[in-house]
């Protein structure tokens, strides 16, 4: 019985055969291997669609790397395939230029597939689950980017204790709030939601015993309060009051 191949072309050498080249054929297998574990290449996709075969028993194949860049100047959506006897994972970089999305799937049926958006040249965990003989998935595992100087989108994240710098910004990008440090600070405002029939709080709290609140307006601005029903209000400054 001759040799076989796995899907991402390491030899199965069958006993009896390959008599005096196991020791090359092993090493090829191991180098391999290496590669899988643990490689990274470069991959350029200016055509589409970009197939990434397998190289049985040679190493080399892109689609043995753990690690992959891919690059290129792309005019058009672009989609890259691997055949369906695929099972790995991968960590993918979508390093091409061009506004068009890149589409990364199994050669053909109908399985799930993971797509990077027109702006979107970040890196994704995926994994090839191999997991159907015509109709296998391709998952994104969502880890999604990160990076120090990149505008990313958080949802659905929990946020303990962050440190804000000096401004908060709107979708827009213009200052919604600024932010001033003062560097021995104790005291603080603090706001709390509330359950139903009930009102939130805008609070001051701290270490000292008694602390005010200060609303100061800008130039000839006043401070307004609106309100549909009777309010209590104390003020020493210059206020208007509207809608009571």
């Known amino acids: 019985m001759a040799s ?16 005096g080249t196991w020791g090359t054929l092993t090493n090829t297998n191991w180098n391999i291997i290496e590669q899988i574990s643990g490689g990274y290449v470069e991959q350029a996709i200016t055509s589409t669609p970009t197939t990434l075969a397998v190289n049985d028993g040679t190493t080399g194949a892109t689609l043995a790397h753990r690690v992959i860049k891919f690059t290129g100047s792309i005019g058009e959506n672009t989609v890259v395939t691997i055949p369906l006897d695929v099972q790995t994972f991968y960590i ?3 390093g091409s230029s061009g506004g068009y999305t890149v589409q990364f799937k199994y050669v053909s049926g109908s399985g799930s597939s993971v797509t990077w ?36 989108t958080l949802t659905n994240k929990t946020l303990t204790a962050p440190k804000i710098g000096t401004s908060i910004l709107d979708t827009g990008g213009n200052e919604l709030f600024l932010l001033t440090a003062t560097g021995s600070a104790v005291n603080q405002l603090t706001y709390a939601n509330a359950a139903a029939l009930a009102d939130p709080s805008f609070t001051a709290t701290g270490g000292s015993t008694n602390i005010g609140i200060t609303l100061a307006a800008k130039g000839s601005g006043v401070i307004q309060l ?3 029903m009777n309010p209590t209000i104390s003020t020493t400054g210059k206020a208007m009051i509207l809608g009571f």
């Open 117 to 152: 958006g027109t702006t979107d040249k970040g890196t994704k965990i995926i994994y090839a689950a191999g997991d159907d003989a015509t109709n296998p998935n391709i998952v994104d595992v969502g880890m999604g980017t990160v990076t120090l100087t990149g505008t990313e």
């Open 226 to 228: 609106t309100s549909s």
């Open 92 to 94: 993918i970089t979508n």
């Open 4 to 19: 076989t191949y796995t899907g991402l072309g390491t030899q199965l050498m069958t006993t009896g055969e390959k008599a």
